[in-house]
């Protein structure tokens, strides 16, 4: 909401350990007998949308289920690897809501709200007895209790898992209540929809127009709220660690219509993952951040070393993390790991054919725990590494580089999770999320359970309750008029027959948006690479290949229109990150660093969310500001050292 020019999330007053239980207590309520007389959309079966769409099935709302894949288990949420927060402190290791709090406040280097993390820690708790009733195998210790490991930036245990596969398992238990409202009749799925706009009428958000991604109908959906989960948008990149399908056009078409896009350039590169091989692969695979909980991040001391791992000997190796960071060590936040990698790589130090590598050595780890301890936690990652490069871990380090990973950007949305538009919910990643500048390892899940089985069902309801929603259908002109537009947009990709692939441009835009706006950024570099994204845009425009009709499965179709939106997106990436003239967490201007190369936050003139609204084609986009207070924790310099 806005109040004397600047935004403000509408979260209660009062101490910050009672604003939620508060706050819930305030909401209005919609009584059972009314709830079936709403219609909810929930585009998305990822870990936000399954549990939303669940959640909200069994308290008795219509719901409608979308998603872009064959079945809903195969959002992008089944490649979660590594674990799911939860301040239970069964270790007694120090652990606490407030601690979470804390670390998650810190690690996003603040830049998050203060009550939403606070929300979400206290949530956290909740997320785990929920899951474990569900009957997800989570890890468990000799005695019975959930086992816990550590993730980066943080210095307690509090991390559940199920091996290497806790989205997987996570998303069969959301999956399986979903399921159950199926059978009830409570909730419709539609797989194989892609959303391709948001459809408003009397400012509020009343339907979606989908594209069946198998016959090529425009089909059209009225509901009394939408609900977003569409997932973050890494794949701007081009290369990143999210499935090839994942996407930014649903909420890009949104900020079209109205909602505000949040810290858009606010992007995580993951330190673990398989470095690049050649110009052929469309993705990359992560090495789960669990895995730095006993393997030693390391390079050759002397540039140019190229004798293979296990020739050179301890005294000339370079434990770089553990060197600089020596109180996180190799579990420094993700970030500061990337960074670091970048740099000793930067020096000639880097390994492997590319030299853009360093090792991830479990030698010690085996000679310390045995290999049948280090097989037990982190054995299917190695199966998998060894698959991919044909390498044995077991003998020889992983080499590892920094990729991205996760969009803290997305979506602005209020306390409640409303967007700028009435009526148009954004959870999980899609929203923009409570991480701030930099998100802590396993804190993503969390995000997704909390505000899919913990906080829609509460904030949609006081929606629907405190508002009156007319009937709509269909056959409203909004629906026509936005049809239209899709279909038009479906025409003109079609009538190009250019000369240039769709993976070539996006694999133009993708390294120089690497380049000029991923791990490291500058203003020169951005103002250039603002330039050069219109440039490809034009050139996309005018001479992309989509081969096929529209009036069947095409993937180079689909694909097509998501890439249209990553050029515009990628042009408010650097615009954002042009304008925040600090660094902060992933973000990471050249010219605003502390003298021992940390980030420099500047707190008096960036302490705050951009929020940006579309203002037109080709016109300059709006600039909000919601100002972020620090009431409970002073921000102070992040040092991880
Ligand atoms: C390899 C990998 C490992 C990870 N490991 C962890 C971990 O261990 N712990 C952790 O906390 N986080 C982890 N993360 C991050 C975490 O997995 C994601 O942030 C989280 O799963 C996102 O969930 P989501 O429900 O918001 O979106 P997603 O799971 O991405 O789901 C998006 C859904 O939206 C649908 N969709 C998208 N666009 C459209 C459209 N236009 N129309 C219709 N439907 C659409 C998709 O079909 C899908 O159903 C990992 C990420 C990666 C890439």
Redesign the pocket.
């Known amino acids: 909401m806005m109040r004397n020019g600047e935004l403000h999330s509408g979260a209660p007053g009062g101490p910050i350990e009672t604003k939620w239980e508060r706050h819930k207590g305030s909401l209005r309520l919609v009584s059972p007998a009314n709830r079936r007389k709403f219609d909810v959309i929930v ?8 549990s939303a769409a669940s959640a909200l099935g069994e308290l008795g709302y219509n719901v409608l289920n ?4 064959d079945s ?1 288990r ?12 939860a301040a239970k402190n069964y270790r007694n290791d120090g652990d606490s809501v407030f601690r979470l709090f804390y670390d998650t406040i810190k690690g996003g280097d603040f830049r998050a709200r203060e009550e939403n993390v606070y929300r979400l820690a206290e949530l956290s708790l909740k997320i785990i007895d929920h899951c474990a009733a569900q009957g997800i195998p989570f890890a468990r210790e000799y005695g019975g209790h959930l086992a816990n490991r550590s993730f980066g930036g943080v210095q307690v245990s509090r991390t559940f ?1 199920a091996r290497g596969q ?2 997987q398992q996570l ?1 069969l238990g959301a999956y399986g209540s979903l399921m159950r409202q199926v059978d009830a009749g409570q909730v419709r799925i539609l797989p194989r ?4 706009d948001l459809v408003v009428v009397d400012g509020r958000a009343r339907g979606i127009v ?1 594209r069946n991604l198998v016959t090529g109908a425009i089909e059209s959906y009225a509901g009394h709220a939408v609900v977003l ?4 948008y ?1 794949t701007v990149y081009f290369l ?4 090839v ?3 930014a ?2 909420i890009w078409r949104c900020y079209k219509r109205g909602a505000f896009f949040a810290n858009p350039s606010f992007t995580q590169i ?1 330190p673990t993952c398989i470095p690049v091989v050649g110009s052929q692969q469309s993705k990359l ?2 090495m ?3 895995l730095r909980n006993d393997g030693r991040v390391w390079v050759p001391k002397q540039p140019g070393d190229r004798r293979p791992p296990n020739e050179i000997p301890e005294s000339e190796r370079d434990y770089f993390l553990e060197r600089m960071y020596p109180a996180f060590g190799n579990l420094v936040p993700r970030d500061v790991a990337s960074r670091a990698a970048k740099a000793v790589c930067d020096e000639g130090r880097g390994v492997g054919p590319t030299g853009l590598a360093v090792y991830l050595d479990f030698r010690d780890a085996i000679e310390r725990l045995g290999v049948d301890v280090v097989r037990e936690r982190y054995g299917n990652l190695f199966q998998m590494y060894k698959e991919i490069t044909n390498e044995d871990p077991y003998q020889v380090p992983m080499r590892i580089y920094p990729a991205p ?2 969009t803290m950007g997305g979506l602005w949305v209020d306390y409640n999770l409303m967007s700028t538009i009435p009526g148009l919910f954004v ?4 929203n923009f999320s409570d991480h701030g500048a930099n998100r802590l ?8 359970l909390a505000d ?1 089985y913990f906080i829609i069902p509460y904030t949609l309801a006081h929606y629907l309750a405190g508002n009156t929603l007319g009937n709509v259908t269909t056959e409203h002109p909004a629906f026509r008029e936005a049809e239209l537009q899709v279909r038009q947009q479906v025409e003109r990709l079609l009538s190009i027959r250019g000369k240039k692939t769709v993976r070539e441009l996006h694999w133009q835009l993708g390294r120089l948006l690497w380049d000029r706006v991923g791990m490291t950024r500058n203003a020169q570099g951005l103002r250039e690479a603002i330039e050069k994204v219109r440039e490809l845009r034009q050139e996309f425009w005018e001479n992309v290949n989509v081969p096929g009709s529209g009036d069947d499965l095409n993937k180079c179709l689909e694909m097509a229109g998501r890439l249209a939106d990553y050029f515009e997106l990628g042009e408010l990436m650097c615009r954002d990150a042009l304008e925040r003239e600090e660094s902060c967490g992933c973000h990471f201007r050249e010219e605003y660093r502390t003298p021992e190369g940390d980030p420099k936050r500047d707190d008096e003139r960036y302490a705050y969310v951009a929020a940006w609204e579309y203002t037109g084609e080709g016109a300059e986009p709006r600039l909000h500001r919601e100002p972020l207070r620090f009431e409970v924790v002073q921000p102070s310099a992040r040092s991880y050292r």
């Open positions: 585009v998305g079966t990822g870990l936000a949308g399954a979308l998603c872009i894949q809903p195969r959002a992008h949420s089944v490649a979660a690897q590594g674990g799911i927060n898992y806790t989205g998303l929809r892609e959303m391709l989908c989960c569409t997932g973050g890494s990143s660690t999210n499935a399908n994942s996407n056009t649903a993951h695979t992560l789960s951040e669990s990973h996760y959870l999980g990643e899609a390892g396993a804190s993503a899940l969390m995000q997704g899919g």
